[in-house]
């Protein structure tokens, strides 16, 4: 109770900040590069998402195998969230770390142990490029990775491998409401354009990362419209029992509804005991909605097969 009013306490106070914060204007976003060694076989025709757990998931379309969100603890594992706050995951991760096929790049939408862990930081490869916020980016370098790419909002990368191209755009996302998100890591979401054609890409994904529903998230269809598939952020977390701080099962229908992607996998929402809202409130929410046929439900470990977007 006593840390409890101590976070309420300095939430009050760094309101005021978050505010001042969000009247600063925005610089104009950024665009970086990253070229990879080719592919030694032709890609396949359709891509695949799979399930890993948690955040965790491996994209692979157009000869790129991309990692999302590494969190390969085991059930039972706990993980540390700051402010001595920790949580124990109540699942197993569909694969371990040694099982990984070789990965291009990882995007990860912030520095949470829950989203690159322990083993994480200490055994996976230090020169796989990262793709992260700035601040985690910075993090990451002092842990010893030497390819880290920080992005500010709407920032974006060109990756090239061979002829293939892919753009990441780093999305708007806030891990928590006015006050309490400077109490949080920066969190981004992502977009994936697959393709050399940024304005019509062969594929459209966006991963939400941890955020809350907030305003400047609908600026994400106005840049990106026909979004082909949106990997979402559930579990309605809550720090100490009392601050939500990622999407439960409604705010992720609401996110639907706002980004209107063709295709939507939650993620992110049974793995750790912090996680307050079931995949059961999302589904009941979505047939609420009638959205049925636009959810596509993966049980760990199982994956996703799509083909180009039809434009």
Not at 21 to 32: C, D, F, R, Y
Not at 65 to 80: A, E, M, Q, R, S
Not at 114 to 138: G, M, R, W, Y
Request: glycine share 8%; aromatic share 8%; with cysteine.
């Amino acid at each position: 109770m006593v840390m409890v009013r101590a976070v309420l306490t300095m939430v009050m106070f760094l309101s005021g900040c978050a505010v001042a914060h969000a009247q600063t204007k925005a610089p104009e976003s950024a665009t970086l590069a990253l070229r990879l060694p080719p592919a030694g076989a032709p890609a396949e025709a359709n891509g695949t998402v799979q399930f890993i757990g948690t955040a965790t998931v491996l994209i692979r379309y157009q000869g790129f195998t991309i990692l999302t969100d590494p969190n390969f603890l085991h059930k039972g594992d706990h993980v540390h969230l700051g402010y001595g706050i920790t949580s124990e995951r109540l699942t197993n991760p569909a694969l371990t770390l040694e099982q990984l096929p070789p990965i291009d790049l990882v995007v990860l939408s912030h520095l949470h142990e829950d989203h690159f862990d322990k083993l994480v930081q200490e055994k996976l490869d230090k020169n796989i490029p990262i793709i992260t916020t700035k601040s985690a980016a910075n993090k990451l370098k002092d842990m010893g990775f030497q390819r880290t790419f920080g992005l500010s909002t709407w920032d974006r990368i060109d990756v090239e491998k061979g002829e293939a191209r892919l753009r990441i755009t780093a999305a708007p996302g806030r891990h928590g409401k006015a006050g309490m998100q400077a109490l949080l890591p920066s969190v981004m979401g992502s977009v994936l354009d697959f393709g050399p054609n940024t304005a019509a890409p062969a594929y459209r994904m966006y991963v939400s990362g941890d955020t809350l529903i907030y305003d400047d998230l609908k600026a994400i269809p106005q840049r990106f419209p026909g979004v082909d598939l949106a990997l979402l952020h559930l579990g309605g977390t809550r720090i100490l029992g009392v601050f939500k701080v990622t999407m439960d099962g409604k705010d992720g229908v609401t996110l639907m509804q706002i980004v209107q992607p063709k295709k939507t996998i939650p993620i992110h929402y049974d793995d750790y005991d912090v996680f307050k809202s079931p995949l059961s409130d999302f589904a009941r929410e979505v047939k609420a909605a009638g959205l049925d046929q636009q959810v596509v439900y993966l049980a760990h470990g199982d994956t996703y097969t799509f083909g180009p977007s039809e434009h």
